[in-house]
């Protein structure tokens, strides 16, 4: 039996720390435009599922991005710190916010046809469009 890997990060100030279980051996895209637009590109995710740890949660400010989900960042020096499902409580976690994530292989990108010409990945990925991703996920 594997034991499976637990994922930790901290924010840049690091009063906040996240720990989680890996949920896979991969990292997704998303290319919408709340997405982009919180980044400034394409969010670069990996899958939190729902058993998370958060050490310093004063410092955690959550914003309702639409009426399922919601994001967290840190109160105190902005790094942006999940995405989260608000009905079942699933968690996607910034892929630079997270330590240790070399063995990660990008899996898929969603929203694809939202995604500006202006950029594309190299590497083949499964790649969803907006009406899968509802159909597939809700929303």
Not at 2 to 23: E, R
Not at 31 to 57: K, Y
Not at 109 to 134: C, G, H, L, R, W
Request: charged share 20%; hydrophobic share 30%.
């Amino acid at each position: 039996m594997t034991k499976q890997k637990i994922a930790t990060g901290t924010c840049l100030c690091k009063a906040v720390t996240v720990t989680f279980p890996f949920q896979k051996e991969t990292f997704d895209a998303c290319h919408c435009g709340m997405c982009r637009n919180w980044g400034g590109g394409p969010a670069l995710t990996v899958d939190g599922g729902t058993s998370v740890t958060f050490e310093g949660q004063e410092f955690i400010t959550v914003y309702s991005s639409s009426d399922w989900a919601e994001r967290g960042f840190c109160k105190r020096c902005g790094t942006h710190l999940f995405y989260r499902l608000k009905e079942s409580g699933f968690h996607n976690f910034p892929l630079g916010l997270v330590s240790e994530t070399d063995h990660l292989k990008f899996h898929t990108e969603i929203f694809i046809d939202m995604k500006p010409n202006s950029y594309s990945f190299a590497d083949e990925t499964e790649q969803m469009t907006q009406a899968e991703v509802f159909a597939k996920y809700g929303g």
